[in-house]
């Protein structure tokens, strides 16, 4: 299999760069489409309680998180078209998983490429694994790029 269509996740720091260069090479490589995906976790939001109690803040919160999203993702787009001519991004808003198994199906992708600190025991258990839950939910394959611990 060959992937046409390859979707990579970034967090926006630098743990996430890694899997971007690798998706990138690999779109290259193959003459693929890379798809570029931000989510916004919504369970960072607090409980819902606080939310309907402070709506005016949430939405100017809402807002600047939105416009400083689109933002960093042009520039990645940027970066990434000096590589490749098919490059689009997208944000969401929900869970990171079920948000990244969900575009990489509306959008037929043919690889995910994403980054994992490699976390076990206690850590693990706490943080949760996105990229975890991902390969297990995913319809297509899932390539994890492993951060060492120090960055």
């Known amino acids: 299999m060959v992937p046409q269509k390859i979707l990579v996740c970034t967090d926006f720091s630098e743990n996430s760069l890694?899997?971007?260069?690798c998706a990138t090479e690999y779109a290259k490589a193959f003459g693929a489409e890379l798809f570029v995906l931000h989510v916004v976790n919504s369970r960072m939001w607090g409980y819902p309680a606080f939310a309907a109690s402070a709506?005016?803040?949430?939405t100017t919160i809402e807002?600047?998180?939105?416009k400083g999203v689109?933002?960093?993702?042009?520039l990645i787009?940027?970066?990434?078209k000096r590589e490749i001519d098919r490059?689009?991004?997208y944000s969401r808003t929900g869970a990171p998983a079920q948000e990244i198994v969900a575009l990489a199906d509306e959008e037929s992708?043919?690889?995910?490429?994403?980054?994992?600190?490699?976390?076990?025991?206690a850590r693990h258990l706490m943080v949760g694994s996105t990229a975890e839950n991902v390969v297990r939910t995913a319809n297509?394959?899932?390539?994890?790029?492993?951060?060492s611990e120090a960055k």
């Open 55 to 58: 709506l005016a803040e949430m």
């Open 70 to 74: 689109e933002e960093e993702l042009e």
């Open 18 to 21: 890694p899997a971007r260069l």
């Open 109 to 121: 992708v043919d690889l995910i490429v994403m980054g994992t600190h490699g976390w076990t025991g």
């Open 77 to 80: 787009a940027n970066d990434c």
């Open 140 to 147: 297509c394959p899932v390539l994890t790029v492993r951060v």
């Open 63 to 66: 807002e600047h998180i939105s």
């Open 87 to 89: 490059v689009t991004v």
